[in-house]
Every structure is written in C-alpha cells, then in structure tokens.
C-alpha cells in the first residue's frame, strides 16, 4: 500500500522558474525522502529528512517537513531542462519494526521546459 | 561493484513460463530491497533482505513469488508460471544496512513483459 501522496500529478514549468511538489503521508514516520527517476528506470536518492527536523537544503533542493500535518514539499529551485524527471516521496514508517523499509508515493512527473 | 546491477535489463516471456531475475548490490551492503514498478504508478514494495535471511516477505503478491539471497550478496527473484499482470519493471536497491536513517541505491531495474 502508499503511503505517501504527491501533488500534484504532474508539473510542467519554464526553465528559470521555481519547481515546487508536496507528499502527504498517513502514519507517524522515522524519516522520509526524496528521490528522483528518469525515463522509468532507476531511481536516485536525492535528501532525506529526519522526523524531528524542519528544513533541509542539497544545492538547488530544499525539503521541507510538516510532522504537524504529515507533510513534505520538494523545491527545485532555478530550474533546468535537465531536472525533467518524475519525483517520488517515501516514507519509513515509525512503527517499521526498526528497519528502513521504504513505502513510495505515486510520484510527480515534472517536465521543465527550455 | 561501484553501483547496484540487475540482469537482464529487459525480459520478454510467454505467459506460464517461469523468470529469474538477478541483483548484484553495492560490495558490503547488507540489506536489499526488492520492488515493483508498474507502468507510470509508484514503488510497490515486494521483500526485505538483511544479510541471507528475509525478516519481510510481505510484498510478495502470490506464492508464485520467491527470492533468495547468497553469501550476503547476489539477490535473485524468481516468478513461477508468469501472468500477464505480472509485467512491470522490477527494481533492485541496496543500502549499508537494515538501519534507520540510510538512503537507498537503486538498480536500473529488469522490465518484465509477460506475452
């Protein structure tokens, strides 16, 4: 079952501008994070964020966390081209039994356009 | 090896037939995932390996579903007498260990086509 709930499906911007994509998850979590997969292939870790931390920050990316209401945003700052990609949130739930089985969302698909 | 390698990167078999498809993780990884990806929907989640043994199977659709893993290394899952639901791109990730707190290394994953 998923967890996590993108928003929305699909993004479609300019290059320049602001890319901005939220999760909402269920259940109380550990952790979650952020990952990245292009043309329906593997998947790229991009941040992970603690339960008891608030902002994150990796270059252009900037997660933030909402434990208050189970949420999560993703923000692609100065878009590229090459950030075109679909974006997964996933969670790992704080009831996992103490092991780090991830639970993925339906994902984002953002398309930048040059 | 420097990244996660799955084989064979595409599989087309005739339903009923049955498939094997490979993980080899990150040297040293001790934990492996295995999940399932069908067209344009998320990650579904199918086994938990930590070293040889499975703590968590409960991924797995149908007992036509198993997978092993050896030497603390090379992961295989195998599909019995495949069905048309059945296709989809199966993905294979790593990560240092089963504890909290680490990102996951994912393959380029087998896309599986059941005809």
């Known amino acids: 079952s998923q967890q996590g709930e993108e928003d929305p499906q699909a993004l479609s911007i300019q290059e320049g501008e602001n890319a901005t994509m939220n999760c909402s998850y269920k259940t109380s979590i550990n952790n979650l994070q952020w990952y990245r997969q292009n043309s329906g292939r593997g998947l790229v870790h991009l941040i992970l964020?603690?339960?008891?931390?608030r902002e994150k920050h990796s270059g252009r990316l900037r997660v933030t966390l909402d434990t208050s209401k189970k949420s999560s945003s993703l923000l692609i700052t100065a878009s590229r081209a090459a950030d075109t990609a679909s974006y997964f949130c996933a969670t790992v739930g704080a009831g996992s039994g103490g092991y780090n089985k991830l639970i993925f969302g339906a994902g984002t698909r953002l398309a930048v356009h040059p | 090896g420097a990244g996660v390698s799955q084989s064979p990167s595409n599989k087309v078999t005739e339903k009923g037939k049955d498939v094997e498809l490979r993980c080899d993780p990150i040297s040293g990884h001790t934990a492996l995932y295995w999940y399932r990806q069908s067209l344009g929907q998320g990650l579904e989640f199918l086994i938990y390996?930590?070293?040889?043994?499975?703590?968590?199977k409960s991924g797995l659709p149908s007992d036509r579903f198993s997978a092993e893993r050896t030497g603390g290394s090379v992961s295989t899952l195998t599909i019995q007498r495949t069905q048309q639901e059945d296709s989809a791109v199966y993905l294979c990730?790593?990560?240092?260990?089963?504890?909290?707190?680490?990102?996951?290394?994912f393959g380029s994953g087998t896309r599986l086509t059941v005809v």
């Open positions: 990730a790593s990560s240092p260990t089963g504890y909290l707190g680490y990102g996951y290394t």
């Open positions: 390996f930590q070293g040889n043994s499975a703590p968590d």
């Open positions: 964020i603690r339960s008891n931390e």
